[in-house]
């Protein structure tokens, strides 16, 4: 880019990750395992996700994670971790797993998978939800993060719906040091898209 600046565009099928609101406990406990380097966090977070899961009282609805952002509800989850599971979280496949086909290779590193040599690239999913990310870096360290998580379903003559919005700010210190300041930046924010 004109001042320096390199922007990297992903885009994440929903069904490639772990799902808050349907993913088994084995898939959670494996996924927080994996990120947190410790068995006994991993199974402590997946334990209290899938206790958040169940209907309060008797006669009500499970509850539900409506964005990843909820995360942040589970007791005990440090600032770091949170941050590093958003990129693997979603609540829109409605997986009990993450499909492997189309997980992103650093959730296959999480989880020892390796990629399968020579497997055609997949198109855009002709259904469902995706995560477009842009990561724009700057020469001075800094980095601008936006995403969209967009479902692929027609309505009101658009042949996409835009669930929502999530952007950051990233700037070089937070991202080697852990401050109560660098936490915040460095984390993502929602902005929830309006219908249209």
């Known amino acids: 880019m004109p001042g320096g600046e390199r ?3 992903t885009v994440e099928e929903e ?3 772990v799902d808050l609101n349907t993913a088994n406990q084995a898939a959670l406990t494996r996924v927080f395992t994996a990120l947190a380097g410790d068995q006994s966090t991993g199974t402590r977070l997946a334990a209290q996700i899938v206790e958040f899961r169940k209907p309060k009282t008797q ?3 499970a509850a539900r994670f409506t964005t990843i952002m909820e995360l ?3 007791d005990g ?3 770091r971790l949170f941050r590093a599971a958003l990129r693997h979280i979603t609540v829109r496949s409605g997986k009990p797993e993450p499909d492997m086909a189309a997980a992103s290779p650093a959730l296959l590193r999480l989880f020892n998978v390796e990629p399968k040599p020579g497997a055609a690239k997949r198109g855009l999913p002709a259904g469902g939800s995706m995560t477009i990310r ?3 870096g700057s020469p001075n360290g800094t980095r601008f993060i936006r995403e969209a998580l967009v479902s692929r379903e027609a309505r009101n003559g658009r042949p996409y719906v835009i669930r929502e919005w999530r952007h950051g700010d990233i700037d070089a210190p937070s991202l080697r040091q852990e401050s109560p300041q660098g936490a ?4 993502l924010q929602v902005r929830e898209a309006a219908a249209r």
């Open 7 to 9: 922007a990297t565009i």
């Open 134 to 136: 842009a990561d724009i």
């Open 59 to 61: 006669g009500t609805a």
């Open 184 to 187: 915040l930046r460095a984390c």
């Open 77 to 79: 989850i440090p600032p």
């Open 15 to 17: 069904t490639g990750k």
């Open 72 to 74: 942040d509800q589970i």
